[in-house]
């Protein structure tokens, strides 16, 4: 199982983050990783690698929005 967002997926081998989110953009609300911080298991990622992102089971996924400070 994998969460994204609070929201579970089945796990399958080889799956990317790009996909995970596709999957995501069906069933809920649409994401864009466009100025999106990629954080999985507490690790920070930037948005371009999510398409090389292979993910494992029980993967815990949070996409967050950056925010500009002024």
Known sequence: MIRLNGIEFEYRP??????????????????RLD?????VNGAAFPASQ??????????SISIVPMLDGG
């Not at 080889?14 to 994401?31: F, G, H, P, T």
């Not at 999510?50 to 993967?59: G, P, V, Y």
């Open 50 to 59: 999510a398409q090389e992102l292979i993910l494992n089971d029980n993967d």
């Open 35 to 39: 100025d999106c911080i990629i954080i």
């Open 14 to 31: 080889v799956l990317s983050l790009i996909e995970l989110v596709d999957k995501y953009n069906q069933a809920q609300a649409r994401v």
